[in-house]
């Protein structure tokens, strides 16, 4: 289905932008009837999470895992004739690109599929109920208009300015990461989060020398002390080098030649790419939210309510119908819960009575690390159970190493570290952080009981599935 561009009657529902959140929360309403427009400024429908975010990161993981369990075959399970991986970036870049592209068509059937209409160009509010569309091909403006609008725009990384960092041009983004055709030799990750975390682990695992730049001690400072500390000094046994307490001066050099990054403590990198990993901001420039007084915060994200309506500022009429969902609104910067936001959002404006009160809930949202080792969590972590609940907070954890690892010589057993957080008397789960092979797997069930209220001894209640790494969660004493 190619993008309309020509003035359509008015629609019920009109959704600013086409990544996971505005997809789902647009078919969603028309799978009620009602007639839906979708709007997308870049070539691809998905968004982030599609096309330069979750899933290829994810076929990159499956890349680096594999070089990994290759190692382990020959040295570890006797395998023979098998060769040390050598990993082709460059052939298998088109493979991966072209996954992606049948992803995307995918998601063009779908919204035709279920009649919504798919407009190619950038999008701004002229109006409470009227968006102005920019044709991708150049074509002259036009105006369509929609009972409601929701703005699902999305973010993009965010790299500082030659200003702040002079050369900091000369690096790349996470998106620019699945733009190299050549696999680089030596990489500068400038971060600690978990993007940072994740492209580091890839390059190194596949064969890069690695350099991971951090502020402070450790990874994944937002994330549970227990998989920071586990963590960090893993990657370091791996060969990634972690410089701690740094912060980038200055970048010199030539994009696609060798680098020089100079460091605080004076020392100076020499690399191929660096990688500007320091986080991420909304896409709210150039859609006219200011001009209608819809509240943005100092991060530039869309200020919502608890059914993501948007927020506007002091003065101005607190309309009904605009929203905002995903990570334009700056919470939970996670595609599941753009699509979960989404479509709660379109069953409570268009569904049956029962939706008349739906809402996404941000407490409880289980998330994974892609880290060698993967990473599992969901709930409070230690520091805010106890802020929030005191001595009531209960701690069991257990470290061990997972079976798989009993054939593999020492140095190369990975760590698994499992901790749950309870509280109260009845001892009820608020928080489950693991790490170790499989916690990406492990996790999505007992986030589940998580939200179920579920109580330790519910968990041990549970009869094990024996040999599982899995099973420690329900024998923790």
């Given at each position: 289905?190619?993008?309309?561009?020509?003035?359509?009657?008015?629609?019920?529902?009109?959704?600013?932008?086409?990544?996971?959140?505005?997809?789902?929360?647009?078919?969603?309403?028309?799978?009620?009837?009602?007639?839906?427009?979708?709007?997308?400024?870049?070539?691809?429908?998905?968004?982030?999470?599609?096309?330069?975010?979750?899933?290829?990161?994810?076929?990159?993981w499956h890349a680096a895992d594999l070089a990994d369990r290759l190692r382990h075959a020959s040295k570890g399970y006797h395998f023979e004739n098998v060769p040390p991986p050598q990993f082709n970036w460059a052939s298998f870049k088109p493979q991966r690109d072209a996954y992606i592209r049948r992803l995307n068509g995918i998601y063009e059937k779908n919204l035709e599929k279920e009649k919504v209409d798919y407009y190619g160009g950038t999008a701004r509010l002229v109006s409470p109920n009227e968006v102005q569309i920019t044709p991708s091909d150049?074509?002259?403006?036009?105006?369509?208009?929609?009972?409601?609008?929701t703005v699902a725009t999305g973010g993009r990384p965010t790299i500082p300015s030659d200003d702040q960092i002079p050369g900091a041009s000369l690096g790349i983004d996470s998106d620019g990461f699945f733009d190299l055709e050549d696999q680089p030799k030596r990489v500068a990750v400038v971060g600690a989060g978990y993007i940072a975390v994740e492209l580091a682990g890839v390059l190194h695992t596949l064969g890069s020398e690695t350099h991971v730049l951090i502020r402070r001690e450790h990874v994944l400072r937002t994330f549970d002390p227990i998989l920071q500390d586990t963590l960090t000094p893993w990657m370091e046994h791996t060969g990634i080098k972690i410089h701690k307490?740094?912060?980038?001066?200055?970048?010199?050099?030539?994009?696609?030649?060798?680098?020089?990054?100079?460091?605080?403590?004076?020392?100076?990198?020499?690399?191929?790419?660096?990688?500007?990993?320091?986080?991420?901001?909304?896409?709210?420039?150039?859609?006219?939210?200011?001009?209608?007084?819809?509240?943005?915060?100092k991060k530039g994200d869309v200020v919502v309510d608890e059914f993501q309506k948007a927020l506007f500022v002091e003065g101005k009429p607190q309309l009904?119908?605009?929203?905002?969902?995903?990570?334009?609104?700056?919470?939970?910067?996670?595609?599941?819960?753009?699509?979960?936001?989404?479509?709660?959002?379109?069953?409570?404006?268009?569904?049956?009575?029962?939706?008349?009160?739906?809402?996404?809930?941000?407490?409880?949202?289980?998330?994974v690390v892609f880290s060698h080792p993967t990473i599992g969590t969901v709930g409070l972590t230690?520091?805010?159970?106890?802020?929030?609940?005191?001595?009531?907070?209960?701690?069991?954890?257990?470290?061990?190493?997972?079976?798989?690892?009993?054939?593999?010589?020492?140095?190369?057993?990975?760590?698994?570290?499992?901790?749950?957080?309870?509280?109260?008397?009845?001892?009820?789960?608020?928080?489950?952080?693991?790490?170790?092979?499989?916690?990406?797997?492990?996790?999505?069930?007992?986030?589940?009981?998580?939200?179920l209220g579920a109580r330790k001894q519910d968990l041990d209640d549970t009869v094990a599935i024996h040999p599982t790494s899995a099973e420690e969660l329900v024998t923790l004493r």
């Amino acid at each position: 289905m190619a993008p309309l561009n020509k003035l359509q009657e008015r629609y019920d529902y009109i959704c600013i932008g086409g990544g996971s959140g505005g997809v789902a929360s647009s078919r969603r309403a028309a799978s009620y009837g009602k007639k839906v427009a979708l709007i997308e400024s870049s070539p691809h429908l998905g968004g982030t999470c599609v096309n330069v975010g979750c899933v290829p990161k994810k076929i990159m993981w499956h890349a680096a895992d594999l070089a990994d369990r290759l190692r382990h075959a020959s040295k570890g399970y006797h395998f023979e004739n098998v060769p040390p991986p050598q990993f082709n970036w460059a052939s298998f870049k088109p493979q991966r690109d072209a996954y992606i592209r049948r992803l995307n068509g995918i998601y063009e059937k779908n919204l035709e599929k279920e009649k919504v209409d798919y407009y190619g160009g950038t999008a701004r509010l002229v109006s409470p109920n009227e968006v102005q569309i920019t044709p991708s091909d150049g074509s002259e403006p036009y105006v369509i208009a929609g009972d409601y609008i929701t703005v699902a725009t999305g973010g993009r990384p965010t790299i500082p300015s030659d200003d702040q960092i002079p050369g900091a041009s000369l690096g790349i983004d996470s998106d620019g990461f699945f733009d190299l055709e050549d696999q680089p030799k030596r990489v500068a990750v400038v971060g600690a989060g978990y993007i940072a975390v994740e492209l580091a682990g890839v390059l190194h695992t596949l064969g890069s020398e690695t350099h991971v730049l951090i502020r402070r001690e450790h990874v994944l400072r937002t994330f549970d002390p227990i998989l920071q500390d586990t963590l960090t000094p893993w990657m370091e046994h791996t060969g990634i080098k972690i410089h701690k307490n740094t912060s980038v001066i200055k970048v010199e050099g030539q994009k696609g030649g060798e680098l020089t990054v100079h460091l605080n403590d004076g020392t100076q990198l020499k690399v191929d790419c660096v990688l500007w990993a320091i986080g991420r901001h909304a896409n709210t420039e150039g859609v006219g939210l200011e001009e209608l007084g819809i509240q943005l915060d100092k991060k530039g994200d869309v200020v919502v309510d608890e059914f993501q309506k948007a927020l506007f500022v002091e003065g101005k009429p607190q309309l009904q119908n605009i929203f905002a969902i995903g990570d334009v609104q700056g919470k939970a910067l996670l595609t599941p819960v753009a699509i979960a936001a989404g479509r709660r959002l379109s069953n409570r404006l268009f569904g049956p009575e029962k939706f008349k009160n739906d809402k996404l809930l941000y407490e409880d949202i289980p998330t994974v690390v892609f880290s060698h080792p993967t990473i599992g969590t969901v709930g409070l972590t230690e520091p805010e159970a106890r802020q929030k609940y005191g001595s009531a907070v209960k701690i069991y954890k257990s470290s061990f190493r997972s079976l798989y690892f009993s054939q593999i010589e020492e140095d190369h057993k990975e760590p698994t570290v499992y901790k749950l957080i309870v509280v109260g008397e009845e001892e009820r789960v608020v928080g489950v952080h693991i790490i170790g092979q499989g916690s990406d797997e492990v996790l999505q069930g007992f986030a589940v009981a998580v939200k179920l209220g579920a109580r330790k001894q519910d968990l041990d209640d549970t009869v094990a599935i024996h040999p599982t790494s899995a099973e420690e969660l329900v024998t923790l004493r």
